[in-house]
């Protein structure tokens, strides 16, 4: 098994920044991505950035701009630096990993962002 543990989030203000890290743990044996995707109440989950094993990047366009992902691949963790933060980024917050030639999908347990205006 996979076992993912999201920390960072919080409560900040308009326009501040937040930083969270995902640590994944267990039976990690060929990561194809890491990601975080995010969900807010009453709407479906969907990504925010992910980042693959080679280090390519993808981002929501809402994020573009602002957040960051970022990978160590030693450590098996991912971070996402978020700037400039608007109250229409607060959702709970998920990390992803997918790994193998199946393609497995695990998912960390959620963080809550909450942005105040």
Known sequence: ???LVESGG??????????LSCVAS????????MGWYRQAPGKQRDLVARITSGGSTN???????????????????VTLQMN?????DT??????LNQGSSRQNYWGQGTQVTVSS
Request: net charge positive; aromatic share 12%; proline share 2%.
């Open 1 to 3: 098994q996979v076992q």
């Open 10 to 19: 919080g409560l900040v203000q308009a326009g501040g920044s937040l930083r």
């Open 26 to 33: 267990g039976r990690i044996f060929s990561i194809n991505y």
């Open 59 to 77: 981002y929501a366009d809402s994020v573009k701009g602002r957040f960051t992902i970022s990978r160590d691949n030693a450590k098996n963790t």
């Open 84 to 88: 400039n933060l608007k109250p229409e």
């Open 91 to 96: 959702a709970v917050y998920y990390c992803r």
